[in-house]
C-alpha cells in the first residue's frame, strides 16, 4: 500500500515523531495508522516525541580512550534533571554512545545516532531510554583528539566539568595537568594571537566606554586600555593563565619547562550555552501527577 503524505502527517500529529519515522513505521504496518501508534508506543518512539521539546540541560560527561590507538572522546549527553545521572541505564547508555564514537569515527552528531549499539542504532537506543526514564534525553556534542602526533591527556571533574587535550612534547603526567587547568580554568584558545578579533574588538570598545567615563584625556585613557587589554588576554589564554597548582608560574612557562606545547584542547561543561527554563513548581508536579 502507499504511504501518502496525508497519513503521514496524520501520524505526526498523532504521535509528535518525526516525518521519517512516521513513514517507516507506516510502511511496517501497511499504511495502518492505529497499528503504526501502538507499535511506535511498544517501542517507546512516540513518548520520546512527545518529550522532546523539553529542555535538557543537566546530565553528564563521558571521557573515554581507545585502548589500541589511544584516541579520546569526549561527549556529552543532557537530562532534564540531575536525578538522572544516578539512574544505572543512564549511565550504561552514556558509555555506550563514547564507545560508538571512538569505534565508528562519526562526522556529527546525526551521524553519532545513526551508529549501532548492538542491533539498534543510538537514536533507538535513546528513545527506548526516554521511555523507561521518562525523560528527555538529548546526546548534544562530542569531540575526538587522535593520539598520531601527540601525548594525550583528558580531567573530569566529577561528571560536569571535562577536558582533553594534546600536547607536542611533554609527557602524560604533564598533558594531565594541563587538562586539568583547562577544566578549572576554563581557557578561550591557547595563546593571544588565536583570540577571534571580534571578541577582542567588543573588549576594547567596552573598556573605552568604561574609561571615558573616567574623563580623563584621550592619551591617557589609550594607556589604560591598552593595560587592561593585555590583562584581558593573559585572563582567557591558556599561556598566558597562572597554572592553577602553581600560580606563581604562568602555563606557558610549566610547558616550557617541559618541553611542551599545546596543539588542541577540548573543554566542556554540562548544560553550558543552553537556556534554563523557570517552571512554576506547583504546575511542574501537576503535568507529572497527571502523566505529562
Known sequence: MAITATTVKELRERTGAGMMDCKKALQEVDGDVDQAIENMRKSGMAKA?????????E???????????????????????????????????????????????????????????????????????????????????????????????????????GAIVELEGGDEALAKDIAMHIAAS?????????????????????????????????EIIEKMI???????????????QPFVKDPDQTVAKLLESGGATVKN???YEVGEGIEKRSDNFAEEVMAQAKGE
Request: aromatic share 4%; net charge negative; charged share 25%.
Open 49 to 57: 516525541a512527545r518529550k522532546a521539546g523539553r529542555i535538557v540541560a
Open 59 to 161: 546530565g553528564l560527561l563521558v571521557i573515554k580512550q581507545n585502548e589500541e590507538t589511544g584516541q579520546l572522546v569526549i561527549v556529552e549527553i543532557n537530562s532534564e534533571t540531575d536525578f538522572v545521572i544516578k539512574d544505572d541505564s543512564f549511565k550504561v547508555f552514556c558509555d555506550q554512545v563514547a564507545s560508538c564514537a571512538l569505534a565508528n569515527q562519526p562526522a556529527d552528531i546525526d551521524s553519532l545516532m545513526g551508529c549501532n549499539i548492538g542491533e539498534q542504532t543510538v537514536e533507538e537506543t535513546r528513545q527506548q531510554l526516554v521511555a523507561k526514564i521518562g525523560e528527555n534525553i538529548s546526546v548534544r556534542r562530542f569531540s575526538l583528539i587522535d593520539a598520531a602526533q601527540g601525548i594525550l591527556g583528558s580531567y573530569l571533574h566529577g561528571v560536569r566539568i
Open 186 to 218: 576554563n581557557p578561550t584558545c591557547i595563546a593571544e594571537e588565536d583570540v577571534p578579533q571580534d571578541v577582542l574588538a567588543k573588549e576594547k570598545e567596552i573598556l573605552v566606554a568604561q574609561a571615558e567615563e573616567s574623563g580623563k584625556p584621550p
Open 226 to 240: 591598552g593595560g587592561r587589554i593585555n590583562k584581558f588576554l593573559k585572563e582567557i589564554t591558556l599561556l598566558g
Open 265 to 267: 584542547f577540548v573543554r
